[in-house]
């Protein structure tokens, strides 16, 4: 369960960073080098809906992958600046976040925690 869960997270965390800078780069067309629209409207709505999904795949991942309210918190403020959804997914991967709580007996990726903690686990 736990590696769909974040399967899930990284797929909606990264999605929620590609389209925040669709609408980044939209904005610097339509209001930097006026040239018309630059989709805003189309980007806006977009990132919007991948803003709502994101945030809906936090709250339902969290208890699987045995986050904590600080995650899950992060997780949540990570949403509101440009991009950092990607890197707090960067993160939680490098930490073992995304591994859930079974990381280690059901053969989790574990990719980040020494060997001596897998022996005493």
């Keep these: 369960m ?3 869960a974040a399967l899930l997270f990284r797929v909606a965390a990264v999605a929620e960073a590609f389209s ?3 609408l980044l780069i939209g904005m610097f067309f339509k209001y930097v080098l006026s040239q018309g629209d630059g989709g805003v409207p189309v ?3 977009v990132h919007g809906v991948v803003f709502v999904v994101y945030l809906l795949v936090t709250l339902a991942v969290f208890k699987p992958l045995g986050w904590r309210g600080r995650t899950v918190l992060m997780a949540l403020l ?3 600046p440009p991009l950092f959804t990607w890197l707090f997914e960067k993160w939680a991967l490098r930490t ?3 591994d859930g709580t079974d990381r280690l007996s059901y053969g989790g990726t574990g990719l980040f925690v020494s060997r001596q903690e897998t022996v005493s686990a």
């Design 20 to 22: 925040w800078a669709g």
């Design 78 to 80: 990570s949403s509101v």
């Design 96 to 98: 073992g976040k995304l």
């Design 43 to 45: 980007l806006g709505m």
């Design 2 to 4: 736990s590696s769909k």
